[in-house]
């Protein structure tokens, strides 16, 4: 259906831009002409290019709305809160937020910095022995790492019987075997260069292993389900908290998307 329309030239300060389109013009329905093309007869005309002021507002809003339970995020209200209102209910939920974001961090560095630790150690779970005490042999040295399949089998064959070494096969996958070799401190030169000719691939372990791998694996896991908790619990605080301001949020969220 075609509607009738009336063209509108709106003139004023730009400071007065947001209330003149709040009380006059949002309840139509507009079409926007670029102005220098319609009134090509004025030369002091300058294209207004700022970039939407609200962008990061709306963004900050509706990451805190997502955060409700049964939040109504098309609720509309009669009045508008101001720019500065809408914003200083939105800072004071990320200011009373900042202690469990801060600590959630914290926790999820954590976390990763664990899954680091269980993804080195989780392919040597079957060595019985206590890591700590290997990285802190004297005379003998030790490489951990994974071998193709292919390099493996011709090196136990031909190779392995006349070489100061020994290699303790941790697991097997689809393409590697998974272990750690031993060699004197005086060889480890000569025999790092023949386990590097069959493609070893070295993974140097952080001296942060208590115990036997399998052990650390149980540890670490126990760790990270600790974090996990706690950072359940930091999530329930969030959503506590934020439903707490919800009808200020809300109200703040349909104001800035409204300007």
């Known amino acids: 259906m075609i509607e009738k329309m009336r063209f509108l030239s709106i003139t004023g300060p730009k400071d007065d831009f947001d209330r003149a389109v709040n009380k006059y013009l949002t309840k139509y329905d507009i079409h926007l ?38 939040a109504d995020s098309t609720r509309t209200f009669d009045e508008l809160m101001t720019r500065e209102e809408a914003v200083q209910v939105i800072d004071s939920a990320y200011n009373a937020l900042a202690d469990l974001n801060a600590r959630k961090r914290e926790l999820k560095k954590q976390r990763h910095d664990y899954n680091d630790l269980l993804i080195q150690i989780e392919h040597f779970r079957h060595l019985d022995y206590d890591v700590h005490q290997i990285m802190n042999l004297k005379f003998i040295k030790y490489r951990f790492g994974k071998v193709p399949h292919e390099f493996y089998t011709r090196f136990s064959k031909y190779v392995y019987e006349n070489l100061t070494t020994v290699f303790y096969e941790c697991e097997r996958d689809r393409d590697y075997v998974w272990g750690i070799y031993f060699v004197p401190a005086n060889e480890a030169v000569k025999i790092d260069a023949i386990y590097a000719s069959m493609h070893f691939e070295r993974i140097k372990l952080p001296d942060a292993y208590t115990g036997t791998p399998e052990e650390c694996f149980n540890s670490i896991m126990a760790k990270i389900s600790e974090i996990n908790n706690e950072l359940n619990g930091i999530y329930a605080e969030i959503k506590s908290r934020l439903n707490d301001m919800a009808e200020d949020l809300l109200h703040a969220q349909y104001s800035i998307n409204v300007l």
């Open 33 to 70: 002409e670029n102005a220098l093309t319609e009134l090509s007869t004025s030369y002091n005309l300058k294209p207004f290019v700022e970039p939407n002021p609200y962008k990061d507002l709306i963004t900050k809003a509706d990451d805190l709305i997502k955060r409700l339970d049964h």
